[in-house]
């Protein structure tokens, strides 16, 4: 089984800065795309961006310029590096991790965490 633990977090204001981090851990052998959703109330679950194994990037055109995912191999870790933001940007943060645990898939969810942009 595959757990991932989400921190970062908060509140800030409209302009600044804050940085998500989302850890695996249990038994993984590999893991290929990880990625970051979001959910504010009354609206659906969006993707934000997402990193594949191979270091490939995609963002939402809501983020693009603003926003930098990242991932550390050693040790399961993705990160949302999120600079500039708006009041728009408050929901809650989900990350995704896809992956292998050496006999079957995986597709694994953070429990999420809120971040909240005042104007």
């Known amino acids: 089984q595959v757990q991932l633990v989400e921190s970062g977090g908060g509140l800030v204001q409209a302009g600044g800065s804050l940085r998500l981090s989302c850890a695996a851990s249990g038994s993984i052998f590999s893991i290929n795309t990880m990625s970051w959703y979001r959910q504010a109330p009354g609206k659906q679950r969006e993707l934000v961006a997402t990193?594949?194994?191979?270091?490939?990037?995609n963002y939402a055109d809501s983020v693009k310029g603003r926003f930098t995912i990242s991932r550390d191999n050693a040790k399961n870790t993705v990160y949302l590096r999120m600079n500039s933001l708006k009041p728009e940007d408050t929901a809650v943060y989900y990350c995704n991790i896809m992956g292998n645990t050496g006999y079957r898939l995986f597709d694994a969810w953070g429990q999420g965490t809120q971040v909240t942009v005042s104007s």
């Open positions: 990193i594949t194994s191979g270091g490939s990037r």
